[in-house]
């Protein structure tokens, strides 16, 4: 019986330079949650049928939520975000849901923007790290193999 994959060995990262360089924030976050992407859906009713035509529109933007610990050092997941956000700064994401060993499957996205990355803030009782979560608009996103 085969088991299950679990998300627990991704590897995250980011790059800002047109994937030039990517800065791996698999120590800094602990969720990446993709949605969007749906195709557009046409509809035509006619006067003779009672169910409607329909066609196949363009697809929609990937959404690529990301929760970051919070830090305040430079270089790392929130500070690079956050800054991208500010500036307008395009951010490529790639992530390998089995931690990015040769075989594995790797998705990569297209240049998006930052389109949420909020400050920092909790309820002072808790104990637990500050997160961030921060959502990541992009065009396309491309499955490949690690070599």
């Given at each position: 019986?085969?088991?299950?994959?679990?998300?627990?060995?991704?590897?995250?990262?980011?790059?800002?330079?047109?994937?030039v360089?990517?800065?791996?924030?698999?120590g800094q976050s602990?969720?990446l949650?993709?949605?969007?992407?749906?195709?557009?859906i046409?509809?035509?009713?006619?006067?003779?049928?009672?169910?409607?035509?329909?066609?196949?529109?363009?697809?929609?933007?990937?959404?690529?939520?990301?929760?970051v610990?919070?830090?305040?050092?430079?270089?790392?997941?929130?500070?690079?975000?956050?800054?991208?956000?500010?500036?307008?700064?395009?951010?490529l994401?790639?992530?390998?849901?089995?931690?990015?060993?040769?075989?594995?499957?790797?998705?990569?996205?297209?240049?998006?923007?930052?389109?949420?990355?909020?400050?920092?803030?909790?309820?002072?009782?808790?104990g637990?790290?500050?997160?961030?979560?921060?959502?990541?608009?992009?065009?396309?996103v491309?499955?490949?193999?690690?070599?």
């Open positions: 019986m085969a088991t299950g994959l679990t998300f627990r060995n991704v590897k995250i990262e980011l790059s800002i330079d047109g994937a360089n990517w800065t791996n924030i698999s602990n969720a949650i993709p949605s969007g992407a749906e195709r557009n046409g509809e035509f009713y006619d006067a003779q049928n009672d169910t409607p035509t329909l066609g196949a529109g363009k697809l929609g933007r990937h959404e690529l939520m990301l929760r610990k919070y830090t305040e050092t430079d270089g790392q997941a929130w500070a690079i975000l956050y800054s991208a956000k500010v500036n307008a700064t395009e951010v994401v790639r992530w390998s849901p089995k931690g990015a060993n040769t075989g594995d499957w790797l998705y990569t996205s297209d240049a998006g923007y930052v389109k949420a990355c909020p400050l920092p803030g909790q309820e002072v009782e808790t637990d790290p500050m997160r961030v979560e921060v959502n990541i608009d992009v065009s396309a491309t499955k490949s193999t690690v070599a």
